[in-house]
């Protein structure tokens, strides 16, 4: 009895060593194929996810590839990409925005009342004032009365010990050289541009420091050539080029009597971005007659004056300065019945100025 339970142990030790012999030879063979699906592979999820690729499409590891071959890094490659984006984009043309009209008469007298209201009503006070003083002790008429704010102007003292204040100056007539003259002497770098003035005919008061540009004119359009009636060749620019040819990055004052030409070349300045460059505007306008290149009839170019001004006002300039030259004639689009001059010199200051 003994020997049979002994025999007995013995064959079912056996037997367990045998079935886990057999488990371990079954997970043996197995792992050779796992993991292993069941029914139509096709109906199975895939273990990553699906990408379409459209036509023309290169990955990122072949385009930088391609760039380390030429020279270029990716990021270089995403940096162009963002740099053509944004040259697109300024390319793209910007439209004024035309104000309301000044009440649902859309009249030429409210439109008329509206604007010389806007342009007599300074926004910005200035109680220091480089101006166009005579002996008399009051201001000329005869050339317009021009200012300079000092109040919102670095002070010239700490401009020096930085760098030299900016100055551009322009004109289609002659005129005499007071602005250029007392900017130069508070220690600005003026540029004159146009016409030389009446002073620097004579030799003998030509002041040195003062940069002439006589064959060089500002417009609202592209680089063109200009031949006068004695022969004479010169060129006119938008400012952007001007700024662009001498280098300068900002303008801390810029002066301009441009005959007419003002409301075009306004428009193009404040369209192209180039006016956010400049500090203090002073600008003589004229308003016997609609100007260079604007079209429509009365009221439509008073509104078209006013939106222009509305602009530049949404954009940091604040009126501190108005000027009506008693010397010219009284006139508004031709009419004589709103008691007003022909032309006013006008002078903001960019309170947006970063420079």
């Not at 004032?129 to 021009?146: C, K, M």
């Not at 002439?212 to 200009?226: G, K």
């Not at 004695?230 to 300068?248: D, F, P, V």
Request: contains cysteine.
């Amino acid at each position: 009895m003994g020997c049979w339970g002994l025999s007995s142990w013995a064959f079912i030790r056996l037997l367990l060593l045998g079935c886990w012999a057999l488990s371990l030879l079954h997970l043996l063979l197995n792992s050779w194929t796992w993991p292993r699906t069941t029914g139509d592979p096709r109906q199975q999820p895939p273990p990553y996810t699906v990408l379409t690729i459209h036509q023309g499409y290169q990955a990122p590891q072949a385009l930088g590839k391609e760039r380390r071959g030429s020279g270029l890094g990716a990021g270089q490659h995403y940096q162009d990409e963002n740099e053509q984006h944004l040259a697109h984009s300024q390319k793209l043309p910007r439209q004024l925005n035309l104000q309301p009209w000044a009440d649902l008469s859309e009249s030429f007298e409210s439109e008329a009342q509206r604007f010389l209201r806007y342009i007599g009503t300074l926004q910005l006070h200035c109680a220091v004032v480089l101006s166009q003083a005579l002996p008399r002790g009051h201001l000329d008429g005869a050339e317009g009365a021009w200012a300079v704010c000092l109040d919102h102007m670095t002070t010239i003292s700490l401009k020096q010990q930085q760098e030299k204040c900016l100055v551009y100056t322009f004109s289609v007539v002659k005129r005499t050289t007071d602005f250029a003259e007392k900017m130069s002497d508070v220690g600005c770098e003026v540029h004159s541009f146009g016409l030389t003035p009446q002073k620097e005919d004579d030799p003998g008061h030509k002041n040195q420091r003062i940069v002439h540009h006589p064959r060089l004119w500002l417009d609202w359009r592209e680089h063109r050539l200009i031949t006068s009636l004695q022969g004479q060749k010169s060129s006119s620019k938008k400012l952007q080029q001007i700024l662009q040819e001498l280098g300068h990055m900002k303008i801390d004052v810029l002066e301009a009597d441009l005959a007419s030409a003002e409301w075009k070349i306004l428009e193009s300045t404040l369209l192209d971005g180039t006016l956010e460059a400049v500090h203090q505007l002073i600008l003589t306008i004229h308003v016997h007659w609609p100007g260079f290149e604007v079209a429509g009839n009365e009221t439509a170019v008073v509104r078209y004056w006013y939106s222009l001004l509305k602009d530049l006002e949404t954009r940091g300039f604040l009126l501190f300065h108005s000027y009506q030259n008693p010397d010219r004639p009284q006139l508004f689009l031709h009419k004589s019945h709103f008691n007003t001059s022909s032309s006013y010199t006008l002078g903001w200051v960019n309170t947006r100025w970063m420079f």
